[in-house]
């Protein structure tokens, strides 16, 4: 992202952490936050543009509900990026809504179905519905500056796993993570909480201390 861009939004959202929650002020702030990062809609949304499961405009949709929501959650001071914070939740509410409609053409397809093949390996339904429950947690109990603190404190697995979801650059899926070590969307998932559970341990065990 732009340094430009990345300037304007912290100037907005100062000024809308200023103001009082739904005044006219405050949504006039949340709207043009909303206009200049509109891009970033698609951005969340090409990763999941592989089958034709799904309208991509309920993916569009989803992600710009999920692009609201993040404005107004987002706190600057917090130690996130908009941008990455935004990511995690466009891609949160559009695997909710992944979750909720299963709209697949034969109902009865068994959650291991294998419906696409590589040479790598299988990709199965599990792969794609995935699990949002760890990144929506995170998000809620710690900044990406605690989890970065406690990263050498994780088993390797653990860490490389929560390296690639939340520090690399390209903001990977737990999709996206699998194809990458070359192992299953649900073993991805067990990892994350995992290690998530581990990390928040670790953060009650410094409250605690200090």
């Known amino acids: 992202m732009e340094k430009s861009l990345n300037a304007r939004n912290d100037e907005l959202f100062r000024r809308m952490k200023q103001c009082k929650k739904d005044s006219p002020e405050y949504l006039v702030l949340r709207d ?73 053409n034969d109902t009865t397809l068994s959650i291991e179905t294998v419906i696409s093949h590589s040479s790598d390996r299988d990709l199965t339904l599990d792969d794609i519905l995935g699990s949002i429950e760890p990144e929506e947690d995170i998000m809620k109990t710690m900044t990406l500056k605690e989890i970065k603190a406690y990263l050498p404190y994780l088993p390797e697995r653990q860490r490389k796993v929560i390296e690639l979801r939340y520090f690399d650059t390209r903001c990977l899926t737990q999709l996206e993570v699998a194809d990458e070590l070359k192992i299953s969307r649900s073993y991805i998932s067990r990892i994350e909480a995992q290690a998530i559970e581990k990390l928040k341990e670790l953060m009650k065990l410094t409250e605690t201390e200090g």
Do not use: H, W
Request: aromatic content about 18%.
């Open 32 to 104: 043009k936050i909303f206009s200049i990062n509109q891009r970033m809609i698609t951005i969340a949304t090409r990763s999941y543009n592989k089958g034709n499961y799904y309208d991509m405009d309920d993916y569009r949709s989803e992600a710009a509900r999920g692009l609201l929501k993040a404005i107004e959650t987002f706190d600057p001071d917090n130690g996130n990026t908009f941008y990455t914070y935004s990511l995690v939740c466009m891609k949160s509410f559009i695997n909710m809504y992944i979750r909720r409609y299963k709209r697949y």
